[in-house]
């Protein structure tokens, strides 16, 4: 089955979605994306797309910023999603990514007065960070952008050249990923993921202006660990002195699940293991993400309906 898009009105092979070379977004960084995941139960023989409306609800947000029409409403945006990945039939755990962008073949640096499209792929994602042994850090010497400079809240493409310096940096001096400061010091986020301390027995991460995305996957963590294990969850401002003393610390997002942190700038994060609050975290989220916890199904969309799983 060839990977299928959903570009320019019409669901297509991906092979066939072509865009020109002149694309604004393609020279400016003027679109915004989001990644989404579809997670496979195989008992069910069902795909379900986790938190797709929060999804398209921060791509109409980015949109907003980078002054897009985004075409569709963020209903329209899941129905067609959904028919997308019913079209390419996975049966296994898969990846969206949709962009709204500015199509204009134009060249000129600004956000109005240029034509914007909406287009969605579906592919495979393989393991991102390895949610099974945890992930070496370092603290980048690149900062995060700032909200006067790129807002970060929205998921903005041009923002990603700040994530892939930082990434970059961090792997070729052989760590697995990069945390990043903002502007004045604090600990911000992964260049893709959100980043949890463990301190004092209570959960800690950034808070909204401390310039990170503000990731869907958090959210999820957070509710999980106030609802499921009655821990107390802090958003404020982290020190980098911090990330040497939590007891544990770990990342989120969508293409990094949970991922346990196990070293930062070559110290042991607690003892060098993942940790208990960790991996309960872990356990309760990949349940619920592939529609094992009835409580959190509302979060859960299926794909496929009835019709298409008997054929
Ligand atoms: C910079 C950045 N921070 C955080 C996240 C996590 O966000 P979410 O959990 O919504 O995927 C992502 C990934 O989307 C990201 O790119």
Known sequence: MPPYAYFRKQFMPLAEAKIGILTHALHYGTACFEGIRGNWNDEQKQLFLFRVKDHYERVHKGCRILKIDPHYSVEEMMELTVKLVEKSGYHEDIYIRPLAYKSAEAIGVKLHDLED????????????????????????????????????????????????????????????????????????????????????????????????????????????????????????????????LAEEAFFTGTAAHVTPIVEVDRRDVGNGEIGKITKELQRLYFDVIKGQNPKYLHWCTPAYSKLVQAK
């Open 117 to 244: 499209d909406f287009l969605i792929i579906v592919t495979t994602l393989p393991a991102y960070l390895d949610a099974d042994k945890g992930v070496r850090c370092c603290t980048s010497s690149w900062r995060r952008v700032d909200d006067t400079m790129i807002p970060a809240r929205g998921k903005i493409t041009g923002i990603y050249v700040n994530s892939a310096l930082a990434k970059t940096e961090a792997n070729e001096m052989g760590f697995d990923e990069a945390i990043l400061l903002n502007h004045d010091g604090h600990v911000s986020e992964g260049s893709g993921e959100n980043i949890f301390l463990v301190r004092d027995g209570k959960l800690v991460t950034p808070s909204g202006s401390d310039n990170i995305l503000m990731g869907i996957t958090r959210d999820a963590v957070i509710q999980l660990a106030r609802n499921e294990l009655g821990l107390e969850v802090v958003e404020r401002s982290i020190d980098r002195s911090e990330l040497y």
